[in-house]
């Protein structure tokens, strides 16, 4: 079992910045590629970006590309998501997961590839 515990997020203007972590207890967190997906209101729940278990590998969205950035601390069992130039329409609950296999290095897109959920953090982006 894998425990993930979010933070950050809150209420920011347009083109400002904000950072999210997930922080984990557990298994070894080192273990496992971790993925940061969204969901605004009336909307699916959206990929934002993936990380493998090392950090060596990233992918985002098209729609964050350039914007956010995926990294991780295994020595603190934490990965960030770094988002900069914030527009209105990145509002939306943001979710850190954990792939459902552990040294995988894929980087799934699809939630159901992923077993372990934050409970979700409110990013407000204001115009």
């Known amino acids: 079992q894998v425990q993930l515990v979010q933070s950050g997020g809150g209420l920011v203007q347009a083109g400002g910045s904000l950072r999210l972590s997930c922080a984990a207890s557990g298994r070894p967190f080192s273990m496992y590629a971790v993925g940061w997906f969204r969901q605004a209101p009336g909307k699916e729940r959206e990929f934002v970006a993936a990380i493998n278990w090392s950090g060596g590998r990233t992918y985002y969205a098209d729609s964050v590309t350039g914007r956010f950035t995926i990294s991780r601390d295994n020595a603190k069992n934490t990965v960030y998501l770094q988002m900069n130039s914030l527009k209105p329409e990145d509002t939306a609950v943001y979710y850190c997961?954990?792939?459902?296999?552990?040294?995988?290095?894929?980087?799934?897109?699809?939630?159901?590839?992923?077993?372990?959920w934050g409970q979700g953090t409110q990013v407000t982006v204001s115009s």
């Open positions: 997961a954990a792939d459902r296999s552990p040294g995988t290095e894929r980087l799934s897109l699809v939630g159901a590839e992923y077993d372990y």
